[in-house]
T-cell receptor
C-alpha cells in the first residue's frame, strides 16, 4: 500500500539555522511522483516541487533543496539559512496512478516548522 | 489574477443542518478536488471531479455530496449524516488528472458544527 511518513511533527529553529524535513514513502509502483507543499498560516497549500521516480537528481531553488533517494525511499527537504517567513506546515505527498485510473495523491501528516527570530 | 476562491472563510452551523461550502476557480482547470484536514493529520480526499457533470468518491465521501454543473464551480455539501463535520476544508484544482499534475489550493473554509 502507498504511504507517506513525516516523522517530525514539529521542528523549532532559530533564524539562519539550516533545517531538514524528512519524508519517507512506501509504494509498490515503479512510476510515481513526489511533491512538497507549504501551508502558511493563511491556510492554502502552495506547491513547491514535483519529482518523478526516474529523476534522482537533487534540486536546489534558492534556499530550498531536495534530496531524493530511491534506495531509502526518501525525499527530504532542506531549508538553508531559515527565515521567519519559512514558518509553516510542510507536507510531502506521493502520487502513483492517474486519477482516472483510481489513483490519488497521498499526503504525509505534515511537519510544522517554527522559525524564531 | 487566477486562483481558487473558497467562501466563507469561517462557517458555524448547528448539528443536524446541512451546509454548503463554495469553491470557484478561474484557472480553466479541468479537475477539481475537495480535501479535509484535521489537526495533526494530512489531507484526506473527499470527492474529485475530472470533467463537468462527473465526479468520483474519495476516501471519506460518506456524509458529503458534490455537484459539478460548471467547470469553474465545485460546491461541497456537508450533510447531517456526516458524524464529525468540524474540520478545515480545502478545495483544489489541477490542469489534468494525471499523477504528475500539481494541485492548486484555495484558502480553505473552517467549519465548526456545535
Amino acid at each position: 500500500a502507498q504511504k507517506v511518513t513525516q516523522a517530525q511533527t514539529e521542528i523549532s529553529v532559530v533564524e539562519k539555522e539550516d533545517v531538514t524535513l524528512d519524508c519517507v514513502y512506501e509504494t509498490r509502483d515503479t512510476t510515481y511522483y513526489l511533491f512538497w507543499y507549504k501551508q502558511p498560516p493563511s491556510g492554502e497549500l502552495v506547491f513547491l516541487i514535483r519529482r518523478n521516480s526516474f529523476d534522482e537528481q537533487n534540486e536546489i531553488s534558492g534556499r530550498y533543496s531536495w534530496n531524493f533517494q530511491k534506495s531509502t525511499s526518501s525525499f527530504n527537504f532542506t531549508i538553508t539559512a531559515s527565515q521567519v517567513v519559512d514558518s509553516a506546515v510542510y507536507f510531502c505527498a506521493l502520487s502513483e496512478a492517474d486519477y482516472n485510473q483510481g489513483g490519488k495523491l497521498i499526503f504525509g501528516q505534515g511537519t510544522e516548522l517554527s522559525v524564531k527570530p | 489574477d487566477g486562483g481558487i476562491t473558497q467562501s466563507p472563510k469561517y462557517l458555524f452551523r448547528k448539528e443536524g443542518q446541512n451546509v454548503t461550502l463554495s469553491c470557484e476557480q478561474n484557472l480553466n482547470h479541468d479537475a477539481m478536488y475537495w480535501y479535509r484536514q484535521d489537526p495533526g493529520q494530512g489531507l484526506r480526499l473527499i470527492y474529485y471531479s475530472q470533467i463537468v457533470n462527473d465526479f468520483q468518491k474519495g476516501d471519506i465521501a460518506e456524509g458529503y455530496s458534490v455537484s459539478r454543473e460548471k467547470k469553474e464551480s465545485f460546491p461541497l455539501t456537508v450533510t447531517s449524516a456526516q458524524k464529525n463535520p468540524t474540520a478545515f476544508y480545502l478545495c483544489a484544482s489541477s490542469i489534468g488528472s494525471g499523477r504528475n499534475s500539481p494541485l492548486h489550493f484555495g484558502n480553505g473554509t473552517r467549519l465548526t458544527v456545535t
